[in-house]
């Protein structure tokens, strides 16, 4: 059984910089691609950043320029490193793998979801 566990968020002053980390644990598992999504209250869980195996990245336009999704394949690890952070940016913030697991076909698998508030 494949369990992603996020950790960072808390809360920060505006313009200020945060960083999440999100790590798969089990075993006989092969992670594609990477994301990061948030979700602000009352609005749709909104996918802001991934990466794939290959460690190409892509961005949402509304965190473009000051977040940045990176890897660590040996750690089964994504991070996201947060600056210039804005109020706006307060949400619930999930990582989310897409993996194999043996005998079976890939599949979605989310962290437990962890809030970030950007207030002064």
């Known amino acids: 059984q494949v369990q992603l566990v996020e950790s960072g968020g808390g809360l920060v002053q505006p313009g200020g910089s945060l960083g999440l980390s999100c790590a798969a644990s089990?075993?006989?598992?092969?992670?594609?691609?990477m994301n990061w999504y948030y979700q602000a209250p009352g609005k749709e869980r909104e996918l802001i950043a991934r990466?794939?195996?290959?460690?190409?990245?892509n961005y949402a336009d509304s965190v473009n320029g000051r977040f940045t999704i990176s890897r660590d394949n040996a750690k089964n690890t994504v991070y996201l490193q947060m600056n210039s952070l804005k109020p706006e940016d307060t949400a619930v913030y999930y990582c989310?793998?897409?993996?194999?697991?043996?005998?079976?076909?890939?599949?979605?698998?989310w962290g437990q979801g962890t809030q970030v508030t950007v207030s002064s």
């Open positions: 089990g075993s006989g598992f092969r992670i594609f691609h």
């Open positions: 990466i794939t195996n290959d460690g190409s990245t």
């Open positions: 989310n793998m897409f993996i194999q697991t043996m005998h079976n076909p890939p599949r979605n698998y």
